[in-house]
């Protein structure tokens, strides 16, 4: 490396992705000098036409700019691409249950503060409710084997009040496009001079606000030649694995794991890279009738026909609150080059998981793999794996009802026993909790409920990995709020 390239900006954004772009687009429209540093390619406004077709087409999960985090037999995909994670995700639209958020006991996240900014989120992201008429053959069998098993049928899954129901999901799909957080929040600031993003910058390491200068700097490497960035606020958007990994390798850490990792400390802070935990999910399955087949094939050269459309909420034995701890989601393949053809899934993923887990960072080379443990079905009382047991009961009652029955034929992937659920335990792609928020006697609490880090002026988290405990609900909407959330208090809303 030869050259350094000096860059400054009042807020610096690290990470571009579904709570990043948020922050970076909400600053910039209010007037903000924004730079956006992002590790992945940038492709501009949606408008310009270079965003890579598999990026924009919302019928399957892309995987063509991915990190490529993996542990054991597990793979943990995040998107690298400016958009970050909601570029390339299943465009799911869910906020969880208020009672999720009142629950952290956090000042401005109760139920009742994040209810208007999801409003304003639900709005931006184009979120919307398949119509009946739009469902596959698949999910409106599954809509009707739902109500003969006894099930609630819903249109209001996404809602903070909605509780156990059984309905059509709600997508930030607009037409065929997976509407991203770059198309929500920056496409409307991109023109307006206040906002820059570099692009194919990845971030090494960040040193908090000095004394003499009154600036935090960021260090980055594009195209293999340094970048210094000096910032009066620097926002860390970097994600769940990301946002971590820079705190360790700026020796913001727990010193001995930071020794480890050949990173010496320079502010002690033990919760980095704890509390680790996602949904857990496993699934039943079934072969697919030569009948559906048929009928699945014309849909899909006649229209849009996405894998997922339906979604059940549901309780298991363990849910004495009366209020669900399962999603039961049925998948089914649109075209015959997915993974799935042939078959159908029923997923069960418990939205409760006790099991905790962490990250660490193995050295301090930014693009070395972190060590990622989550630790899956590990809490001592067994409580995710008897979720995980009761819900694959009721993804079978689902699969049993005649309008499935009729079109599904033989079983395969049999979980019947808690070690075959262990040996088979998947996630739901919502990692969570890695720098979390929390009071000032919580021991590992990385930020306090404004994002700010402890102990280190001019640092602010804004990403999922600050969420003290996961919500009820795909994470990308509660990404997108937490980046509404920060950007306002940035802004002294
Ligand atoms: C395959 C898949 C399917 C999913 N499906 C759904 C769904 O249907 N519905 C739903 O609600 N949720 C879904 N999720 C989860 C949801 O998308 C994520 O929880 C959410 O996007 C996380 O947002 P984030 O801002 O915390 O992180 P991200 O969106 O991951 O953003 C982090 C950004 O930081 C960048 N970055 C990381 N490290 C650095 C560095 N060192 N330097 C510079 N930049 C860096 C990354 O490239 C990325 O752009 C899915 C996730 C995946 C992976």
Known sequence: MSTTERLRADHVVVGGGSSGAVVAGRLAEAGRDVLLVEAGPDYGPLAGGWWPTELVDARMLATTH???????????ERARVIGGCSA?????????????????????????????????????????AYEPHEAGPFHAACLEAAASAGWRIASDLCDLDANESFGLETVN???TTRWNTAFAYLDPVRAGGHLRVLDRTIVDRIEPRSTSTGMARVHGIRNGERVEIEADTLVLSAG?????????????????????????????????????????MIHAGRRVSS???????????????????????????????GLYDLHVFPGCASNQTSLLHGRILVEVACVTPRSRGRLDIASPDPEAQP?????????????????LRDGLQLAEQLLEQPPLRAI??????????????????????????????????????????????????????????????????????????????????????
């Open 173 to 175: 799909v607009v037409g």
């Open 240 to 280: 769940v694995y990301g946002t971590p990994a820079i705190l360790q390798r700026s020796g913001i850490g727990e010193p001995d794991r930071l020794a480890a990792a050949g990173v010496r400390a320079t502010h002690e802070l033990h919760g980095v890279g704890a509390g680790l935990h996602d949904h857990p």
């Open 408 to 493: 599904l034929g033989e079983p395969f992937d049999v979980f019947d026993t808690d070690e075959a659920i262990r040996a088979n335990v998947a996630h739901y792609y919502h990692p969570v909790g890695t720098c979390r928020m929390g009071h000032d006697g919580d021991p590992l609490a990385v930020c306090d409920a404004d994002g700010r880090l402890r102990g280190l002026e001019g640092i602010v988290v804004a990403d999922v990995s600050i969420l003290p405990t996961i919500t009820r609900a795909n994470t990308n909407l509660p990404a997108v709020m937490i980046g509404e959330r920060i950007a306002a208090t940035l802004l002294g809303a």
């Open 291 to 321: 009948t559906l087949q048929g009928w699945l094939d014309e849909a899909a050269a006649t229209g849009f026909l996405p894998e997922e459309q339906t979604l059940g909420k549901a309780c298991s034995s363990q849910a004495t609150d």
């Open 371 to 387: 060590t990622i443990d989550h630790a899956y079905l590990s809490d001592p009382d067994g409580y995710d794996l008897t979720v």
């Open 88 to 128: 390339h995700n299943g465009a799911i639209a869910a906020v969880g249950h208020r009672r999720d958020y009142d629950a952290w006991g956090l000042d401005g996240w109760r139920g009742a503060d994040v209810e208007p900014l999801y409003r304003t989120v639900l709005e931006r992201m184009r979120v919307r």
């Open 66 to 76: 991915d990190w490529h985090y993996a542990a054991g037999r597990w793979t943990f």
